[in-house]
């Protein structure tokens, strides 16, 4: 298998992906300063354990680090150790750290209710949908996405989509 950052990219912009669950609240990932720069070892005094929407850079690094970078990473690697065998920061926001991932993970596609990527990746776009988005939407203390209110953590979470 190729192993590239367009490749682990595709892979990870899967991450949020369900087939009728693409949309929900974005939670605005840590900025981390320089590029190439890791957030912040721990979270800091009196913060970082419960995410927010509206904390300071700094605190959502801190959350990054303690709590997604772990779970997300124990997650990936059981999936596919070779091809994720070394998760980092980078895998969904690129080897610039981008301080978004909707900054670097690809552009997910919807036509009449069917993702485009789904034809390509299906068994990836299963993995996203059953493994990653549940595991993001309860880090972040969201509800997964439901489309029936258009409210809760899917795609959206990481990736721009196009309907």
Not at 65 to 87: L, N, Q, R, T, Y
Request: proline content about 10%; charged content about 25%; aromatic content about 8%.
């Amino acid at each position: 298998m190729v192993r590239s950052y367009g490749l682990i990219g595709l892979w990870s912009a899967l991450a949020g992906v369900a087939l009728l669950a693409c949309g929900g609240a974005q939670p605005a990932p840590a900025s981390p300063g320089e590029p190439g720069a890791e957030p912040a070892a721990e979270a800091p005094a009196g913060g970082g354990d419960v995410w927010s929407d509206t904390m300071p850079d700094k605190d959502k690094a801190a959350f990054m680090k303690k709590k997604v970078m772990p779970a997300m990473s124990k997650i990936f690697k059981e999936h596919d150790g070779k091809e994720f065998g070394d998760f980092s920061c980078k895998t969904c926001h690129g080897p610039q750290m981008k301080p978004h991932p909707v900054d670097f993970l690809p552009t997910l596609h919807f036509k009449d209710g069917k993702m485009k990527e789904a034809e390509t990746e299906p068994a990836m776009v299963k993995f996203m949908h059953d493994s990653v988005t549940p595991a993001m939407a309860e880090l972040f203390g969201k509800k997964p996405y439901d489309p029936a209110t258009n409210e809760g953590f899917g795609c959206k979470g990481c990736h721009n989509v196009e309907m």
